[in-house]
């Protein structure tokens, strides 16, 4: 009956499945029900219909499954996405977003550890796999790039570490 009807069953998923693998797992999800229910498999052409019917329940509980699952991951991105959204660097905070994107892929992500993840060198040089002392100059050095990076895109904050807080009088 394997051998008679695959090509047939094979045929009928494909037309009716978004990708091959999900024919192929419907088909194979098929033979599985037929395997198992063998005594009560139709011999001749009533098998191959049977085939058919099973074929179309399997789908129709694929088709049910991706649409739950959709759903769901719909639903766990918008979760995500409002849990653990990075803070938007491009509006609003006198061109840090543009100074971030300024840096290397790697000074962000160290930033981005310290910072957002509230990482300390230590735990930055686990995750990156390096040595403490590694990662925190490393940790410096993307800091450094990332003032001078800042100091571009807002040119008045360029002396304001080197002024002082409190005017002295003069005279």
Request: charged share 30%.
């Amino acid at each position: 009956m394997y051998r008679r009807t695959y090509e047939q069953i094979l045929g009928y998923a494909m037309r009716r499945c978004s990708s091959p693998e999900d024919a192929a797992d419907v088909v194979a999800e098929t033979y599985v029900i037929a395997w198992r229910r063998m005594t009560e498999l139709p011999d001749g052409e009533a098998g191959k219909l049977w085939l058919y019917g099973v074929a179309r329940r399997v789908l129709a509980n694929h088709r049910r499954g991706e649409r739950r699952r959709l759903t769901r991951h719909v639903e766990l991105t918008a979760e995500i996405e409002h849990l653990y959204a990075a803070p938007s660097h491009h509006g609003g905070l006198d061109g840090v977003g543009e100074a971030m994107d300024m840096l290397a892929d790697g000074d962000r992500e160290l930033l981005a550890l310290a910072l957002w993840e509230g990482l300390d060198p230590g735990e930055i040089a686990t995750v990156l796999g390096c040595s403490r002392n590694a990662a925190r100059i490393r940790l410096h050095r993307a800091r450094r790039r990332f003032a001078k990076a800042l100091e571009k895109t807002r040119p008045s904050a360029a002396g304001f570490a080197s002024r002082p807080l409190i005017e002295k009088e003069s005279g």
